[in-house]
């Protein structure tokens, strides 16, 4: 089986507009697109996964997990206390492994979402493992699968249950991530619970300084694997009480994964995006990134450092507001920090977030 490109940070996710990918997915309407029928109706969350250039929804039971070769879309609808309006935020999700199509379409059709609700969400790109902390609080245990969908260009071979480890870990007070881990040995820790799938057994290894949530979270990813599976064992393995030679232990092989670097800071810089003298341009604004150089008549992009910003003024013309998502994201594919979150935020509907990065 053809093993799955890892997604290049030198490919943009906004380049394939007016390329075959873009005309593909532009032959139906924002209109008449089925799977944005209902779409921000309603406070809540909803997730759709792109499969072969087309929207599709993603199961309600399996909000919070997300395939590494795959892209999604994101809508959060809410309401302010003092307001019966809703309010969107409106997120692409970029997998590690999501080839071309996939995130290319998710850009695009991400874009039409937002035409549909009358341009009022707040757009933003989010790349798998750098994801922002307002796209993680939409989901109780956030869990990272490996694998991804049948696409247009790269065909997932079917599998029966291939033995997998998930690591259970609690990385803050309301917040228990379930990764996908290599099925090596090392990869149990002490402080966090695992989950080995053998496919026909299910263990849950709980570490000797685990928490109580974590082996709840846990068990409750086995109940939901099992039952998906039907007909298969589970067993509960405390760390201290079993050999080496259980056969929990015995499938994993030795070694461990390697350990991720600390991501890097970002730079704090400033541009502005213009076509006031009749080319489109992106010029660094010189000096501390500061609300005061904001313009009505233009489009700016703002690395903090930790997030970049799209700022779109009222004024600013077709061309800047169409072009600002897409020279953000180019703009960091040539830094070194690639991944950082985007969002784009209109004149006069900043969030807490925006007004805090200053």
Not at 102 to 117: H, Q
Not at 208 to 214: A, I, L, M, Y
Not at 239 to 251: D, T, W
Request: hydrophobic fraction near 30%; charged fraction near 30%; glycine fraction near 8%.
């Amino acid at each position: 089986m053809q093993k799955a490109k890892k997604y290049d940070w030198k490919d943009s996710n906004m380049a394939l507009f007016g390329s075959d990918t873009e005309k593909k997915v532009k032959k139906e309407s924002a209109e008449s697109e089925p799977a944005w029928k209902g779409a921000g109706e309603k406070v809540g969350v909803q997730v759709w996964r792109i499969v072969k250039f087309k929207v599709t929804h993603w199961d309600k039971e399996q909000y919070g997990e997300f395939f590494n070769g795959d892209s999604y879309i994101i809508l959060n609808t809410y309401k302010n206390k003092d307001s019966d309006e809703l309010l969107h935020d409106l997120h692409f999700w970029i997998g590690k492994y999501s080839t071309q199509d996939e995130y290319g379409t998710a850009a695009y059709k991400t874009v039409e979402l937002d035409t549909f609700l009358d341009d009022k969400p707040i757009q933003h790109r989010e790349v798998q493992g750098h994801e922002s902390s307002k796209f993680k609080s939409y989901f109780s245990t956030f869990t990272l699968l490996k694998g991804g969908a049948d696409t247009g260009f790269n065909r997932v071979l079917p599998e029966n249950y291939p033995s997998r480890l998930f690591h259970v870990k609690k990385v803050s007070r309301t917040k228990i991530t379930c990764t996908e881990v290599s099925l090596k040995k090392g990869n149990l820790k002490s402080e966090d619970v695992f989950i080995i799938d053998a496919g026909n057994k299910i263990y849950q290894w709980n570490g000797s300084e685990c928490s109580h949530d974590e082996k709840f979270k846990a068990a409750q990813e086995v109940a939901r694997i099992k039952g998906k599976r039907g007909k298969c064992r589970v067993d509960n393995l405390d760390e201290g009480s079993i050999s080496e030679e259980h056969p929990a232990i015995m499938m994993l092989k030795d070694g461990e994964s390697k350990p991720k670097g600390e991501a890097a800071k970002g730079e704090r810089k400033m541009f502005r995006v213009s076509d006031a003298d009749g080319s489109l341009d992106m010029d660094e604004i010189d000096g501390d990134i500061s609300k005061s150089n904001l313009t009505s008549d233009d489009v700016y992009i703002i690395n903090t450092g930790d997030h970049v910003y799209c700022w779109v003024g009222k004024g600013a013309s077709v061309d800047e507001r169409r072009n600002g998502l897409s020279y953000a994201s180019n703009y960091l594919n040539k830094t070194e920090t690639p991944y950082l979150p985007i969002s784009v935020v209109a004149e006069g509907k900043e969030n807490a977030e925006f007004n805090a990065a200053f």
